[in-house]
């Protein structure tokens, strides 16, 4: 299954039940963002094309749209006007290995 950006400017949908909304001016400008399921890993790319003071990138995610927990972060370039290029996994982890305490 592989996702790729769409909507407006301020909102994307990234699969089925997963948006990207950006509720504030972001110090970057995001030029690209997919994500594709791979078994049972979840892997997000994305690239700007200039940010400006950049710390940090951090992922989240949710079942709600409303509520989110950190899964990550990705280092920021600070400030660029050249495009950069970054990528998280997430592993998915069964209901059965979770109920063992892994």
Request: glycine share 10%; no cysteine.
């Amino acid at each position: 299954m592989e996702y790729t950006h769409g909507g407006s400017p301020d909102s994307m949908w990234v699969g089925t039940n997963a948006q990207l909304t950006v509720n504030a001016p972001l110090p970057i400008k995001l030029s690209d963002f997919y994500g594709k399921e791979n078994s049972n890993i979840i892997e997000l790319f994305w690239a700007t094309s200039s940010e400006l003071n950049n710390d940090y990138f951090e992922i989240q995610s949710g079942n709600d749209g409303a509520n989110f927990i950190p899964l990550g972060i990705v280092k920021g370039n600070g400030t660029s006007t050249k495009t950069n290029t970054y990528s998280y996994a997430h592993i998915l982890l069964s209901l059965h290995l979770l109920n063992k305490g892994f």
